[in-house]
T-cell receptor
Framework: DVKVTQSSRYLVKRTGEKVFLECVQDMDHENMFWYRQDPGLGLRLIYFSYDVKMKEKGDIPEGYSVSREKKERFSLILESASTNQTSMYLC???????????FGPGTRLTVL | AQKITQTQPGMFVQEKEAVTLDCTYDTSDPSYGLFWYKQPSSGEMIFLIYQGSYDQQNATEGRYSLNFQKARKSANLVISASQLGDSAMYFCAMRELSSQGGSEKLVFGKGTKLTVNP
C-alpha cells in the first residue's frame, strides 16, 4: 500500500511564526504536491516537485516556499505565517506510471 | 476561467437509490485524464475512478461509474445503490500538463457534498 504521511494532523501557530509542514512518501514516487483546501474553493495547488531539488509554482504560491532535499520528503514552509493561511493542507505524491495521486491525511493549520 | 466545474454544492439521496454528481471540464489538450475523489469527514482523499480522454468505454469501479460525454465535455459520477457511508465530499479533477516543466498536475473542482439519508 502506498503511504503518504504528514507530520501533524492539527497545528496551531501564531502570526509571524515560521511554519514547516512535512510530507513523506514511501513509494519512491518522483512527483510530490502541496495543496490547500478551503470550504467552497476545493483544492488549490501551491507548489509541486517532479524531482529532488526541483520545484514548480502552482496556482497560489505566494507566501509559501518548498524544499525537496530527498526524494521521499517534501516540505512546505510558511516563512511568516498569517491568519489568511489558516487552512487544511494536503500533500500528495505520484509517479509517471501511476494513474492517480496518493494523498496524505492532511494538516489542519490554524494561525492565530 | 474555471477548468473544472461542479455545479452542485450539495446533493441529497435516499439510501439504496442512485445519484449522479455533475462535472464539466474545459481543455484544448486532446490528451487528458479525468478523476473522481471522495473525501469523508475524516479528511483523507480517496481515489474512486479514472477516465482517459481516448478511452472508448465509460469507466466503472464497483458501484461507481463515470458517464463520459466527450463532445459535451462532461464527466459525471454515478453512484448506484447509495450507502450511508457514501456521505462525503466528492471532487472531480482533470490532469493537465504543467506549462513550465512538462510534468503533470491535477486541477480540482470545488466539490459536491453528498448526503445519503436512511
Amino acid at each position: 500500500d502506498v503511504k503518504v504521511t504528514q507530520s501533524s494532523r492539527y497545528l496551531v501557530k501564531r502570526t509571524g511564526e515560521k511554519v514547516f509542514l512535512e510530507c513523506v512518501q514511501d513509494m519512491d514516487h518522483e512527483n510530490m504536491f502541496w495543496y490547500r483546501q478551503d470550504p467552497g474553493l476545493g483544492l488549490r495547488l501551491i507548489y509541486f516537485s517532479y524531482d529532488v531539488k526541483m520545484k514548480e509554482k502552482g496556482d497560489i504560491p505566494e507566501g509559501y516556499s518548498v524544499s525537496r532535499e530527498k526524494k521521499e520528503r517534501f516540505s512546505l514552509i510558511l516563512e511568516s505565517a498569517s491568519t489568511n493561511q489558516t487552512s487544511m493542507y494536503l500533500c500528495a505524491s505520484s509517479s509517471p506510471g501511476v494513474v492517480t495521486q496518493y494523498f496524505g491525511p492532511g494538516t489542519r493549520l490554524t494561525v492565530l | 476561467a474555471q477548468k473544472i466545474t461542479q455545479t452542485q454544492p450539495g446533493m441529497f439521496v435516499q439510501e439504496k437509490e442512485a445519484v449522479t454528481l455533475d462535472c464539466t471540464y474545459d481543455t484544448s489538450d486532446p490528451s487528458y485524464g479525468l478523476f473522481w475523489y471522495k473525501q469523508p469527514s475524516s479528511g483523507e482523499m480517496i481515489f474512486l475512478i479514472y477516465q482517459g480522454s481516448y478511452d472508448q468505454q465509460n469507466a466503472t469501479e464497483g458501484r461507481y461509474s463515470l458517464n463520459f460525454q466527450k463532445a459535451r465535455k462532461s464527466a459525471n459520477l454515478v453512484i448506484s445503490a447509495s450507502q450511508l457511508g457514501d456521505s462525503a465530499m466528492y471532487f472531480c479533477a482533470m490532469r493537465e500538463l504543467s506549462s513550465q516543466g512538462g510534468s503533470e498536475k491535477l486541477v480540482f473542482g470545488k466539490g459536491t457534498k453528498l448526503t445519503v439519508n436512511p
